[in-house]
Structures are given as structure tokens and as C-alpha cells.
């Protein structure tokens, strides 16, 4: 099992550092390792690859610009998938803070469990705004961007840009919406231009879903990762003398499911099932249970005797006092939106359950859990 190192070593730690480069102070200590003198006077982009985890690229990608510029390997945090890490990113605190735990996540304001990042109902895909619900009922935490001194930037997808998430996590960064790669690009060049230090924050999401459709062991994945490299090498010469540094890394990694064996689908456990209060939460690989206070007893008699070679159980209050979530005073809500019990699946394991509305998207590319393929993500600096 590989945790997080929210002292000096993780995506939070980095999130430290560039705040600490630009003269702000953090909560968090800065990366242990990461001497921020050369980059304290710079323009700084920071690229978040979705996916492209540590492992990966010390697999497939030796031969190439990004593994050639690699300064080492940092942890995302837990569980380590999008809704959580990219969180941490856009605030420079850990999931203990923000409270957003996952892409499937219980809100106890709303009665509901939630797809946090689209914001709306597992359940029917109904979206909350339509309900006169906002992001910023459920969500309180400041973004990196309103106090840092610097003209900051976010490279996102028009897709996502306008969403609720969106608007803000991004507060106080002026926002450069992209459709395709070189547009993507193109944007980051086009705030450099910006007068001022800048602060650019740039996120390409097309490379985990790839990993999650077709795995990353696939020739699809390669690819896209080969074109991602070139550009990114293209954009570091086109920066050449420009004050810049790039700063290049993932929310996370992904690990590859590829037996049906190790789909648990719940529909097979009905015993299971029947101890719980609501659907399952979190991710598929760090799930968040909600125990009937009748049922606890067989809840845990179940998961000791039917899943034992699945996953490890835990209580979600001894999670929290272990840290897995963070350091320092977690935000009130933390402890409603983990669960009673954590599962934290064992080697490639994958536990899912259906609700009313709901296809089952059965991925090859999974993470949210405590492998090194998922937890380590590169650190790669490009000094321009």
C-alpha cells in the first residue's frame, strides 16, 4: 500500500512550492527536494497530464522529452482520482480540507449521493442547479488563485470550463477555454504574452480516458502520449529565452483490470447489500460504505470472509486519524462524505454497484486506490 506524503511529498507539497515561489505562504510545507530559486522570478505553466502517472512513464516513456526532464516522483492523495486530486490543485490543501472525496460522493445537506464533478445525482444523472442547488452550497474552500500574487490563468476544455465546478475552483484566474490539442497549446502561448509574472495553469484530460477505455498498455495510449511529449518539447523550445519555467505533472495514475474475475458487482453479493444504508460512494477502488447500525456485524463478517482477498476494510474514522486524507483541521464535513467503512481494493480489484439510471461503464483503466501505478505521479520541470 503506497500513501500519500502530505508533508513534503505530494501534489499538495508542489502546490506549496509554486505559492512560495510567487512569495505567498501555504499551510502546507513546500516540496521537499524542489529548489524554487531558479523559478522564483519566472513565469510559471503547470500541466496537468490526467493520468499520466510515474509508473507509466517510467514504463513507456524513457526515450522521451518529459522522462528526459524528470525531476522525480511526488504522491497524489486519496483517494487519487480527478474529483479529489485536481481539487487539491485548484486549492493547495489536501481532501481532509476541501471535502470533496470522490467522484461518487454522499452529501448529507442534499440527502443524495452525487456526481461531484458534473454536480448531479448518481442516481438519474438530474442536475442539482436545475433545483436551484449551486457548487458553493456544498463546497467552501478558497482557490489557489484569488491570493496569489501573480496574473493567473486556467487552460480548460469548453467543454467543462463554463461548469459550476469549474467557475469556482478557479476564482481569481482568468479562464482560456481550448477545443482540440493545438488550441490547447495555443492558449498557454497566448497568456504568456500577458504582461506581468504570470501563472498559468493548464489541464489535458483525453489521456486518461483513453487509459480508462482501452488501458494503458494500449497502442492508443502510446500514442496520444508519444503526440503529448512532442508537443509539450515543441512548446518548451517555442518558450526559449522567455522567462519561463513548465512544470509538468498528473492527478494521478491508473492500474489495469483485466480479468472479469476481479469485477466485484454487488448485484452478485445480495447479503452485502442488505447491510448498507445507501449506495456505494467514493471510487470503485477506495469505496465509501454506509453501514445500517443493525447490520454492522455482518457487514463486517462479510467483507472479512467473501472479500478478504478483494480488499482490506476500515474504519473511516481511523482513516482520518491516520491522516489519509490530510494534515492539519479537516473541514467539517470530511467525516459525512467518507463513509462508516473504507474498502481499499487489493491488487487490481474493482468494486461497483448500479443505481436507477445508470449504465454499468465497466473500464480497463481504474485508480482511486493505494497502488504505486496509482499514487505516483512525476514531477517533471522544463526551465525555459
Known amino acids: 500500500m503506497h500513501l500519500p506524503n502530505y508533508k513534503d511529498g505530494s501534489i499538495v507539497n508542489l502546490m506549496s512550492s509554486i505559492n512560495k515561489a510567487f512569495g505567498g505562504r501555504s499551510s502546507y510545507q513546500p516540496l521537499k527536494n524542489f529548489d524554487i530559486a531558479d523559478i522564483s522570478k519566472k513565469n510559471i505553466v503547470l500541466i496537468i497530464i490526467d493520468g499520466l502517472g510515474y509508473e507509466y512513464l517510467s514504463k513507456h516513456g524513457r526515450e522521451n522529452f518529459l522522462y528526459k526532464n524528470l525531476r522525480g516522483k511526488i504522491t497524489s492523495v486519496l483517494p487519487s482520482t480527478t474529483a479529489s486530486a485536481m481539487t487539491s490543485f485548484m486549492t493547495g490543501v489536501a481532501p481532509g480540507q476541501h471535502a470533496l472525496t470522490g467522484w461518487f460522493m454522499y452529501l448529507k445537506e442534499l440527502g443524495i449521493v452525487t456526481r461531484t464533478l458534473p454536480f448531479e445525482s448518481r442516481a438519474g444523472n ?25 496574473s493567473s490563468f486556467y487552460v480548460g476544455n469548453k467543454k467543462y470550463i463554463d461548469s459550476q465546478y469549474t467557475q469556482t475552483v478557479t476564482k481569481g484566474a482568468r479562464k482560456l477555454a481550448f477545443s482540440n490539442i493545438n488550441e490547447f497549446f495555443e492558449k498557454i502561448i497566448s497568456a504568456l504574452d500577458k504582461k506581468g509574472r504570470k501563472f498559468i495553469f493548464a489541464y ?28 509539450i518539447a515543441i512548446l518548451s523550445k517555442s518558450l526559449k529565452n522567455k522567462n519561463t519555467a513548465i512544470i509538468i505533472t498528473a492527478d494521478h495514475g491508473l492500474i489495469n483490470t483485466k480479468e472479469k474475475s476481479r469485477f466485484i458487482k454487488l448485484e452478485n453479493h445480495p447479503k452485502f447489500i442488505e447491510t448498507l444504508s ?58 459525512d462524505r467518507v463513509g462508516d467503512y473504507v474498502l481499499i481494493m487489493k491488487e487490481d480489484y474493482v468494486m461497483k454497484d448500479l443505481v436507477f439510471g445508470e449504465d454499468r461503464n465497466i473500464f480497463i483503466g481504474n485508480h482511486g486506490g493505494t497502488s504505486k501505478e496509482e499514487i505516483l505521479v512525476p514531477l517533471v520541470v522544463v526551465e525555459c
Open 126 to 150: 438530474l442536475k442539482l442547479e436545475e433545483g436551484k442547488i449551486k457548487f458553493e452550497d456544498i463546497y467552501k474552500e478558497k482557490s489557489f488563485f484569488e491570493d496569489l500574487k501573480a
Open 278 to 335: 445507501m449506495p456505494l460512494s467514493g471510487e470503485p477502488r477506495f469505496v465509501y460504505c454506509y453501514v445500517k447500525p443493525s447490520k454492522i456485524k455482518q457487514f463486517e463478517n462479510y467483507v472479512k470472509t467473501k472479500f478478504k482477498n478483494v480488499c482490506s476494510v476500515h474504519k473511516s474514522s481511523d482513516l482520518i486519524k491516520k491522516n489519509y486524507f490530510g494534515l492539519f483541521e479537516y473541514s467539517e464535513n470530511l467525516k
Open 204 to 231: 489535458w484530460a483525453e489521456f486518461d480516458s483513453i487509459c480508462h477505455r482501452k488501458g494503458t498498455d494500449s497502442k492508443e495510449a502510446k500514442k496520444h502520449f508519444e503526440m503529448l511529449d512532442k508537443k
